[in-house]
């Protein structure tokens, strides 16, 4: 391992963070601290995510799509955020393409993503 790989490794080992194994076509849930004056909260951003960039290296981010009233709304989140709480996976996405940008033109039924029902989890070795 070099020298940049093995500190970015110690930097993600001391953020003590948990990231599921997630990938573009994935529906996933982000819990995201929300500051309103002197109050924090959780908010929770729900979406399908369409790209993963830097993998999962500490630079690394994604981008989670929604419906919202209507209208698309997407959301970069950084991948080891001090801002996000959770991140959930509420569904796997068959998809055959790493970026997911051609679901910003389809509305309705072309927009669905199929199932994923032979996903395994990597196994870290």
Known sequence: MDLIAQIEAEQIASLGKDIPDFKAGDTIR???KVTEGTRTRVQNY???????????????????RKISFGE??????PLYSTNIE?????????VRRAKLYYLRARRG?????????????KTKA
């Open 30 to 32: 982000v819990g995201y």
């Open 46 to 64: 729900e979406g399908v995510c369409i790209s993963r960039k830097n993998g999962g290296g500490i630079a690394g981010s994604f981008t989670v």
């Open 72 to 77: 698309g709304v997407e959301r970069v989140f």
């Open 86 to 94: 959770s991140i959930q996976v509420i569904r796997r996405g068959r």
């Open 109 to 121: 039924k072309s927009a669905r993503i199929a199932e994923d029902n032979t996903y395994k989890p």
